[in-house]
């Protein structure tokens, strides 16, 4: 990871984030890439957890969560039977309430990430609360995405459009009664516009100043990509150089930045454009039918070199 992140710091890296599986589960070796980054590198690095795992030693003085800029622990369900039936793991509701209010006491810069699905968005109406009586101050919801684990169910796990409606109304309406700071990236906010934006996501940065790479070494666009095949870039694991060739020339990183700017020919004709245009690459994706597969360049190689 150092070589990868070494090769990254050349390309203009500003900052690294670190999500799962679960990062706190070899606190050692997170500790070396935390002071890696902020020693070596001089960038900020900020860390995505289920909270189960952590303890007061890890908030105190020299604790490794005190290396990150910002915490943020996820909640698939806003008690413990939705959250649970999600994680599929029994009491992980209970622990990741707990691991939050002990990030939150020790007053380390922290967000819970809410992540509704198709049957769970009212169950957040009353955790909010909860969350702000033990010192959580900033929510960020998440629309789920059709990729990883997701997407093979994702017709069936997605929120409709009503439930989103309500999910927003109730996160707006616990902001104006608690408090609290509640915001959105770009993709979320296509389906709950009212939600503060997120900094630096007023528009979608796939392709433009970021990348996801897993622990298999597959690169994708951006977080929301992972897993999604079509929009694999390429792998830096046995290379980590190539990462510079793959962020200069892959096919998949260029097409998406011509689909952002109008660029593409196949585009003039398709009538799903502003769903990836101007919506959520990963979506518009994730989604479409064999046919439109078909006539895509993301999804059917044979239709590459169409820029314009």
Known sequence: ????????????????????????????????????????????????????????????????????????????????????????TSGSFARAFRGTGIIAEAGLPLTCYYIPTHGTCESFRELTPKLHDIGVKRIRAMALAPSGRARPIYGETAPTQEEMRQFEIDLLEARDRLGVYVEAGYCTRLSMPN?????????????????????????????????????????????????RKIWVESDIINMIRAIHNGGLAACDECNRMPNCRDGCTVNACGTMSDVERAMCPLTNPQLRGQLR
Do not use: W
């Open 1 to 88: 990871m150092r070589t990868i992140l070494s090769v990254s710091s050349g390309l203009g890296l500003r900052k690294v984030g670190l999500t799962g599986g679960e990062p706190l589960v070899d606190v050692p070796k997170l500790t070396q890439i935390g002071q890696f980054c902020l020693e070596e590198l001089h960038v900020p690095i900020h860390m995505h957890t289920n909270g189960t795992l952590v303890d007061e030693h890890m908030c105190s003085s020299g604790g490794v969560l005190t290396l990150f800029e910002s915490v943020s622990v996820t909640f698939l369900g806003g008690d413990a039977g939705t959250h649970e039936y999600m994680t599929k």
């Open 195 to 243: 939600l503060a934006i997120l900094a630096g996501h007023d528009v979608c940065m796939s392709g433009r100043n970021r990348v996801h790479i897993n622990s298999k070494g597959d690169v994708f666009p951006c977080t929301a990509a992972s897993g999604v095949k079509e929009l694999r870039l390429g792998n830096v694991k046995e290379d980590p150089a190539a990462l």
